[in-house]
């Protein structure tokens, strides 16, 4: 991985505008930016997890490949819904190996017509605001 100096940098690597969320997101401590590889970069928001209970990280990849995979299949409970017009499919995974606050993860996948997307979201969010933030992606821009 690669990182990227600011979302600028990611915009660049896409040769559009990075969509972002426009949900309402919870307090971060810091925001990472990067390239995967192939054609892809991710923002990571590191989420204050000092209070019991919170979450601990959101991240969102797009790219004009598929992401690269995260979660092991033989631990991943995974459906498809459709979400704003979106065919998405939503995978979750216990982590029982990671700290509280980053377990479960949440992994959400779509594909527009030009990019692939990955929301993952790590841990005690309810699927519901997970949801929202994904439907929440402005993909117009760029």
Do not use: K
Request: aromatic share 4%; net charge negative; no cysteine.
């Amino acid at each position: 991985m690669e990182p990227l100096s600011g979302i600028a940098e990611a915009d660049a690597a896409l040769g559009r505008r990075f969509p972002l969320p426009t949900a309402a997101l919870p307090l971060a401590r810091w925001v990472e930016v990067r390239r995967l590889p192939g054609a892809g970069v991710e923002i990571e928001w590191n989420l204050d997890d000092t209070r019991e209970g919170s979450p601990g990280r959101l991240a969102l990849y797009a790219g004009h490949e598929p992401p690269p995979g995260q979660l092991p299949d033989d631990e991943v409970d995974a459906t498809r819904i459709e979400l704003a017009g979106r065919h998405v499919t939503v995978r979750r995974a216990p982590l029982p190996e990671a700290i509280v606050s980053l377990r479960p993860v949440w992994e959400l996948r779509w594909r527009t017509t030009s990019l692939h997307l990955r929301l993952t979201a790590q841990g005690p969010w309810e699927l519901p605001a997970v949801l929202a933030i994904a439907a929440s992606v402005d993909l117009e821009t760029g």
